[in-house]
Every structure is written in structure tokens, then in C-alpha cells.
């Protein structure tokens, strides 16, 4: 049975999508089965993983509305060694079409049940918001991975992603909990961001990932290829960083079971 992680976090722009695409291209290059479902009406992490969000014949909008089921709506990203569950626009109109549907925030999980034995790891990437989307991706996951970067507004944010988890962990899914914090684009050169590093590491001790995403200009360029950047460019620095934050999830998983 796959373990099943939303990678998420409220704020945008924190690398959410980034982190998503290369821990699934890191652990498909460390031998796991992998399925990667895009939340994002962005499509980003469709577009990241070399398929045309606009090309698809079914969506993630199509699997929560029930007109097809994930093994007919997944794409093989061929290049990135792992499977899709993609998202375009379409997505954008679910979250309110949603709200009148029965089992509405367990549509997901529903969805998933069905193909859960063919993989080690779901990973879903969340929209940078709390809505009927991301509360899918919640109810439907073992765990919630939060990338951040080590600034000051991130500490805020992360307080409101933490009572989320609590609250939907308390009336919605017993079984979620916080696995760990990410620390991305960090560059040890600036004060603040060490400051606020060692911040997080005093107050959320071992929910603090040891892997650390340096900022990498290799990463930022991969999307424009539309490839993960672990499998764009393996030597870079980012990369590596990225294959072994996927070794590090892998073992923690074992502990957890």
C-alpha cells in the first residue's frame, strides 16, 4: 500500500511545486513506484514533468467529478520515470462545483483507494491556499510535507499551516500528521536565513528534514526544459540535494511503519 504525502504550505511561491516534482523524480531514480497528482489548477507540475497540461485527455478534475477513474485519467512521464495525474484551467471552477457534491472532501481518497497497491508513494501538490482542493489532498494523505524558506513571513505562515493540520487532523483524518519541514533556495550566506534555520530546528526538533535545497540555478532553469531538475541536470548541486532528501523520506517511512 502506498504512502500517500501532500506536499503544501499556505504561502505561495515557496517552492511547493519544485519540491513536488524532483522528491518524485529522486525517489523513482532510488527504484520506487511512483504517482504524482497535481492540485493545482496552475498545472504546473503536469508542465514540470514533460506533459502538456492542455493535451490531456483526462484530469484530476475529471477523477473528483467520477467521469473517469485514475487509472484511465494517469499519464507515464515517460523522461521523469513516474506516473501523473495531471491538472489544467479546468481545475479552477471544481473547488465551488465541489461544495454540492456528496463526500465531497473525500473524493480523493476514494479515487486513490483504487490504485494505492501499485505504488510506494503518492505525492500530491497542493494550490498555495486552503480550499476544497488542498482539504482533498489532506483527507486523502498520511502526511504533509511543508517546503519553506528561512525567512521571517515563512514562521507566520507556518503557524496557520500547523492549526490546519491539527483541525483536520481532529475532524476529518485521523491519521495526518506533519512528517517534516523542508528547508529550500537556502543560501548559507545570509545571517537571517541561518537565524531563522536554527529557529526552526529549536522548535520543531526532529519534524525538521536533515536534507537542506540549496539555491540552485540549474533547478530554477529545469522547468523551462519542462523536466524535474534531478533528472534535467543530476550532477547539480540541488539535485543531489533532492535524491538524498528522497533517501532520507524512504527511511523515514521505514520507521514509521
Known amino acids: 500500500m502506498a504512502k500517500i504525502f501532500c506536499v503544501a504550505n499556505q504561502k505561495g511561491g515557496v517552492g ?3 519540491t513536488t516534482v524532483n522528491l518524485a523524480a529522486g525517489l523513482a531514480k532510488i527504484g520506487q513506484r511512483v504517482l504524482m497528482i497535481d492540485l493545482d489548477p496552475q498545472g504546473n507540475a503536469t508542465m514540470g514533468s514533460n506533459l502538456d497540461k492542455r493535451a490531456l485527455a483526462h484530469t484530476v478534475y475529471d477523477v473528483l467529478w467520477g467521469e473517469a477513474s485514475l487509472s484511465e485519467a494517469r499519464q507515464k512521464a515517460v523522461d521523469c520515470g513516474y506516473d501523473v495525474l495531471g491538472a489544467n484551467r479546468e481545475l479552477a471552477g471544481a473547488e465551488v462545483e465541489l461544495v454540492s457534491l456528496e463526500n465531497r472532501e473525500r473524493r480523493l481518497k476514494d479515487a486513490i483507494a483504487s490504485v494505492d497497491h501499485e505504488y510506494d508513494f503518492v505525492l500530491i501538490d497542493c494550490p498555495p491556499s486552503l480550499n476544497m482542493l ?9 502526511g504533509v510535507i511543508v517546503p519553506m524558506q528561512c525567512e521571517y513571513f515563512a514562521l507566520e505562515g507556518l503557524s496557520d499551516l500547523v492549526n490546519t493540520i491539527k483541525q483536520v487532523h481532529a475532524n476529518l483524518n485521523p491519521q495526518l500528521q506533519l512528517i517534516g519541514l523542508l528547508r529550500v ?7 537571517l536565513q541561518q537565524q531563522v534555520s536554527e529557529q526552526i530546528k529549536e522548535h520543531f526538533g526532529n519534524k525538521v528534514f536533515d536534507a537542506v535545497i540549496p539555491r540552485n540555478v540549474r533547478l530554477a532553469e529545469a522547468p523551462s526544459y519542462g523536466l524535474p531538475g534531478v533528472v534535467f541536470d543530476p550532477s547539480a548541486k540541488g539535485s543531489k540535494a533532492f535524491i538524498d532528501f528522497a533517501g532520507e523520506m524512504v527511511a523515514r517511512i521505514e520507521k514509521m511503519r
Not at 134 to 142: E, F, P, Y
Not at 185 to 191: G, H, K, Q, S, Y
Open 16 to 18: 511547493k511545486t519544485t
Open 134 to 142: 488542498t482539504l482533498n489532498g489532506l483527507c486523502a494523505a498520511h
Open 185 to 191: 533556495m537556502f543560501d548559507p550566506r545570509i545571517t
